[in-house]
């Protein structure tokens, strides 16, 4: 399966804000973390407030914020909202020249089994599970600081 | 005497003690699968008893958490070695923890122990098989730090009415 940009994108959003949800961060504070288009982004974390898995906060030190709990949404809960299916690349069309066939058909159930495996895959991966991975990839502690905390970091030795 | 010390210890505020099962245990995990799983299965659990209770001098184990005395969860394993090639490694194929006592980490703490069961065996990896359908358990092996591993599991169908796959 290869997801377009705007899935990763939203995993990486709602991934940030889930580390801490108590934080707050502003589009922008995602989009430089992680190196992406904030004019993008901004698409995709309107999807996110539609969605209700983020909760856009108005006003004076604003931002985005986390809606819901890391030990219940798993990556698929994101990734469907932005994919349409997860057929596999080893995609034999249903409708394709000798797609009726024997042989055509046995293609079509192998790649339904990559499919099967991708959904279950992702449906058992929580957002909680994700972030304890990367804080042992990132050599972090089991809390892992968020963007913001680590900007305020990155300041500490200006002020 | 059972191999497995028992640790005591609150969890989240709940008194908790994981402990190898004894013969007096076995209508409590019958109950405690039929909750979970929504199937009795009696005569299933009195032949696991028979094999995994006797003695827990290593390499089998039924362990059992209880929360202030009474059973609220329990978790089985073994060792095996050589199928397919496979060095020794641990196997947990049965997990339960009462929906009472759901998200207190009685799960966490049972796999916690059962690890280190394996561990004194000398195995260093641990696997299971989880339907894909089951999400909560699948779920919460991940959230162990479980993934994938280097096995497949291939099934067919026998019924002799039913195509298999490629």
């Known amino acids: 399966m290869k997801i377009q940009k705007s ?7 709602v991934l940030e804000l889930a580390r801490d949800p108590e934080a707050q961060l502003s589009t922008a504070e995602i989009a430089e973390a992680y190196d992406i288009s904030v004019h993008h982004l901004a698409k995709v974390m309107r999807q996110l407030v539609r969605a209700g898995l983020v909760q856009s906060v108005r006003g004076a030190g604003g931002g985005n914020r986390f809606n819901g709990n890391p030990n219940r949404i798993t ?26 066939s024997g042989i ?13 495996l991708t959904r279950a895959t992702l449906q058992s991966i929580t957002l909680a599970t994700l972030l304890k ?6 050599g972090a502690p089991s809390e892992a600081r968020s963007v ?12 | 005497m059972p191999q497995t010390d028992a640790i005591k210890g609150p969890v989240d505020r709940v008194e908790l003690t994981v402990r190898a099962a004894g013969p007096d245990d076995l209508e ?18 009195q032949g696991i008893f028979q094999t995994y209770v006797p003695d827990q001098k290593g390499e089998r184990y039924l362990l059992i958490a209880d929360v202030e005395g009474v059973a609220a969860g329990f978790v089985v394993g073994e060792v095996r070695a050589w199928e397919f090639g496979s060095p020794p490694c641990g196997w ?6 009462s929906n009472a006592h759901r998200e207190h980490h009685i799960g966490s703490r049972l796999m916690e122990e059962i690890f280190n069961c394996f561990r004194r065996d000398g195995v260093n990896s641990v696997r299971t098989s ?22 497949v599991q291939l099934e067919i169908s026998i019924d002799e009415d039913q195509a298999s796959g490629p």
């Open chain 2, 92 to 97: 947990v194929f049965a997990l339960g923890v």
């Open chain 2, 130 to 151: 989880v339907s894909r359908l089951d999400t909560l358990n699948l779920s919460f092996f991940r959230s162990l730090g479980m993934t994938a591993g280097p096995y």
């Open chain 1, 104 to 116: 055509g058909r046995a293609l079509q159930s192998v790649g339904d089994e990559i499919e099967d």
């Open chain 2, 28 to 45: 409590a995990i019958i109950r405690l699968d039929t909750e979970t799983s929504g199937r009795a299965k009696p005569a299933y659990w």
């Open chain 1, 148 to 159: 913001r905390t680590t900007l305020q970091d990155s300041l500490e030795p200006l002020t």
């Open chain 1, 133 to 138: 991975h990367a804080a042992k990839v990132d």
């Open chain 1, 7 to 13: 899935t990763t994108f939203a995993l990486f959003a």
């Open chain 1, 75 to 100: 990556l698929y809960d994101v990734v469907a909202l932005f994919e349409d299916n997860l057929a596999s690349e080893f995609d034999v069309a249903e409708a394709g020249p000798g797609a009726g």
